[in-house]
């Protein structure tokens, strides 16, 4: 990979608490593989506090909610690689009380942040219900004690809700694909334009690399990971590795493309986002 070279000697890096992100970086937080001049400066926060910092600026790169892509366009590139995918699956619409999506009219239901894929799937497809946001890892509790009537459960706790007494009401992830026939991109990777274009290619391929070199030693980056899993079960993590850390994680497919595209242009429409951002992913310089 080309050596990057910059001024800015440090970046601030963000990525989720969760063990898929875990897992895709691990080779570049234990610097198994270089980001040539830089050196990291590293967070793993919820989904919903690296969304708002991005909006300040503060992260050079980061992983973020699709949904937050259209407030941060004008400051960030769009990168093809470090993106979780659901196929058929993602965010969780999940309830003590209620059965179907028909009985939501009206209901409060916990979201983990407005600016979240889960929170905006929610609002596409059913604007009846009332929302409140809280931290992913407090609306399953927020279900159970009744402060609620439903929550939309992401990261591991999608896997989780089965073990907590709590039974779904939809899958959020599912629906999309029956409404549209795509997956859906529920977490994207930046870098913040103050950065060169070269540069956030050049991250891109370290990115690449990172999920290359976990694959192959997948056993010590599981182990890794595992560290940040919250699973109420054994095998959870792995089995959420799997899905959000895969070949999508590698580079974005054209249907992954179009899918953002579309859930941009639905949102836009019905007004649920300021603006119509473009999507021209940023790709690592070998692909």
């Not at 009380?97 to 894929?117: D, F, N, Y």
């Not at 990777?189 to 391929?205: D, G, Q, T, Y």
Request: one cysteine or more; charged letters at 20%.
């Amino acid at each position: 990979m080309t050596a990057i070279k910059n001024q800015q000697q440090t970046l601030r890096v963000a990525y989720t608490s969760d063990p898929d992100d875990a897992f895709a970086w691990w080779a570049i937080i234990q610097g198994k593989v270089s980001l040539g001049d830089y050196t990291i400066d590293n967070y793993a926060w919820h989904i919903q506090k690296i969304n708002e910092f991005c909006e300040k600026g503060f992260f050079d790169v980061a992983a973020v909610s699709s949904a937050a892509w259209p407030y941060l366009e004008k400051d960030y590139f769009l990168l093809s690689v470090g993106a979780s995918v659901g196929r058929g699956y993602g965010p969780v619409l999940a309830s003590t009380k209620i059965q179907s999506p028909e009985e939501l009219a009206g209901k409060v239901v916990a979201i983990p942040g407005e600016k979240t894929t889960g929170g905006l799937l929610l609002k596409l497809f059913y604007p009846e219900v009332k929302t409140v946001c809280l931290p992913f890892d407090q609306i399953a509790l927020a279900i159970l004690d009744g402060v609620v009537d439903a929550g939309v459960l992401i990261h591991e706790e999608l896997l989780n809700w089965g073990h907590k007494g709590l039974q779904t009401v939809k899958c959020l992830g599912a629906k999309w694909q029956e409404e549209t026939g795509l997956p859906i991109p529920v977490g994207v990777n930046i870098v913040h334009r103050r950065l060169e274009e070269f540069v956030a290619r050049n991250i891109a391929s370290t990115i690449r690399e990172s999920m290359i070199y976990a694959k192959k030693y997948q056993e010590e980056a599981f182990r890794w990971a595992l560290g940040y899993s919250c699973q109420e079960k054994a095998g959870i993590a792995s089995t959420f590795i799997d899905m959000f850390a895969n070949e999508d994680t590698l580079g974005l497919d054209s249907d992954c493309v179009e899918a953002l595209r579309l859930l941009y242009d639905m949102a836009y429409k019905k007004g649920l986002i300021p603006s119509l951002p473009k999507v021209h992913p940023v790709t690592p310089w070998d692909v």
